[in-house]
């Protein structure tokens, strides 16, 4: 079973939501923290956002904080990522990632367009 696999992407105008699901193997599920990355063209990738998936804690980047929402699927044993108000520096391929297994899925591109 592939351990992360990534979904939801897409072409949203500017404003817009996204929801990005992460389907994560439920071997590593309840010992790993589940994170999304992102990585825009020409740039380094980036810290999104994370959860503990038994405690439900939640970190964000401060770049996305009170747009995005992270949270877990207990039933699709799935880690989803809500993106509202989205603006065109969102744009990158966003990435699932679990730590400290150090899983990464192969990535979901989000176009956010004017």
């Known amino acids: 079973q592939v351990p992360l696999v990534e979904s939801g992407g897409g072409l949203v105008q500017t404003g817009g939501s996204l929801t990005l699901s992460c389907a994560v193997s439920?071997?590593?599920?309840?010992?790993?923290?589940i994170g999304w990355f992102r990585q825009a063209p020409g740039k380094e990738r980036e810290f999104v956002a994370s959860?503990?998936?038994?405690?439900?804690?939640?970190y964000y980047a401060d770049s996305v904080k009170g747009r995005f929402t992270i949270s877990r699927d207990r039933a699709k044993n799935a880690v989803i990522l809500q993106m509202n108000s989205l603006k065109r520096e969102d744009t990158a391929v966003y990435y699932c990632?679990?730590?400290?297994?150090?899983?990464w899925g192969k990535g979901t591109l989000v176009t956010v367009s004017s």
């Open positions: 990632n679990a730590v400290p297994a150090g899983y």
């Open positions: 439920g071997r590593i599920l309840s010992s790993n923290v």
């Open positions: 959860i503990r998936f038994n405690a439900g804690r939640t």
